[in-house]
């Protein structure tokens, strides 16, 4: 099993930025995919950006050029970077991963970004 703990959400203001930090119970060298998802009030959750371990990456279009999602294998953490960051940006963010055919979820941090 993989355990994974979000971190670095709060309150910005409109451009301002975060870095968003998913870290996990153990290794995550071998986790093929890893990846950010939001969910807004009253809305679906949706894809924010993910990451394979050879490090491609795939972004929401809403999002591209301005969030940067990494992993550190050696620290076992994924991270999100956000800038630029919009009042439609407000969710909660969940990190997951899929290995040996199941999906691990984080339980979330609120980023709120204010007009």
């Known amino acids: 099993q993989v355990q994974l703990v979000e971190s670095g959400g709060g309150l910005v203001q409109a451009g301002g930025s975060l870095r968003l930090s998913c870290a996990a119970s153990?290794?995550?060298?071998?986790?093929?995919?890893m990846g950010w998802y939001r969910q807004a009030p009253g809305k679906q959750r949706e894809l924010v950006a993910t990451i394979t371990s050879g490090g491609s990456t795939n972004y929401a279009d809403s999002v591209k050029g301005r969030f940067t999602i990494s992993r550190d294998n050696a620290k076992n953490t994924m991270y999100l970077q956000m800038t630029s960051l919009k009042p439609e940006d407000t969710a909660v963010y969940y990190c997951n991963a899929f290995q040996k055919l199941t999906l691990y979820w984080g339980q979330g941090t609120q980023v709120t970004v204010s007009s």
């Open positions: 153990s290794s995550i060298f071998n986790i093929y995919a």
